[in-house]
């Protein structure tokens, strides 16, 4: 069974520019999540795709945007790069109402905005 | 507004000792409650769940608490193993009452050190 895979791990971008981090969900999972992680933070919920639709959305503006390919795999867009963007992006895959409810995280995209 | 509070940033304890981690929410939405653990350079993985229809969940070397009315939860872990080292999260969400989406707020964490 494969795992959360992210890509890149590490990526330098300037201000201004934009970004496409790529996610790679579970087997079998239906439903993926994708946060923001600042230092010293935890994880804020930036938005959840399920059945390639987005149904959730967190306090992130619109320059913040995704999609969701039938084979369960996602990317996070991120337009118009601020300095505050600098973070560790983390995807997160899920089967939508199975309990206990477990979310298996990815490594991480590590964001650095110059 | 944070909904989920960890207030202690830090925790230290000797191995083979209990390590109590405590989180507080403000939301009477939340319905759910997990507890997540990340080590540096690994993404948070799940530790352990309750729902807030019980007071008590365990699952080994791990127990969590949830005392509704005071709109806390605990982490135990005894006894306190060198690996156990890590962040630890809390995280809510409003699994059964909330809106179609699972979405789940986390806490800032607590870096737990298990010391030898």
Request: charged share 15%; with cysteine.
């Amino acid at each position: 069974e494969t795992g959360v895979t992210q890509s890149p791990t590490h990526l330098i971008k300037t201000r201004g520019q934009q970004v496409t981090l790529r996610c790679s969900s579970q087997s079998g999972h239906n439903t993926v999540s994708w946060y923001q992680q600042a230092l010293g933070q935890g994880p804020q919920f930036i938005f959840q795709y399920y059945r390639e639709e987005e149904n959730g959305r967190g306090n992130f503006p619109p320059r913040f945007s995704g999609l969701q390919f039938p084979n369960y795999s996602s990317e996070l867009n991120v337009n118009a790069l601020e300095l505050d963007d600098s973070a560790l992006y983390l995807c997160a895959s899920s089967v939508r109402g199975e309990v206990p409810y477990e979310q298996y995280f990815g490594p991480g995209t590590r964001l650095t905005v110059t | 507004d944070q909904q989920v509070k960890q207030n202690s940033p830090s925790l230290s304890v000797q191995e083979g000792r209990i390590s109590i981690l405590n989180c507080d929410y403000t939301n009477s939405m939340f319905d759910y409650f997990l507890w997540y653990k990340k080590y540096p350079a690994e993404g948070p993985t799940f530790l352990i769940s309750i729902s807030s229809i019980k007071d008590k969940n365990e699952d080994g070397r791990f127990t969590v608490f949830l005392n509704k009315s005071a709109k806390h939860l605990s982490l135990h872990i005894v006894p306190s193993q060198p690996g156990d080292s890590a962040v630890y999260f809390c995280a809510a969400s409003a699994l059964y009452t909330g809106t179609s989406y699972d979405k789940v707020i986390f806490g800032p964490g607590t870096s737990l050190s298990v010391i030898p």
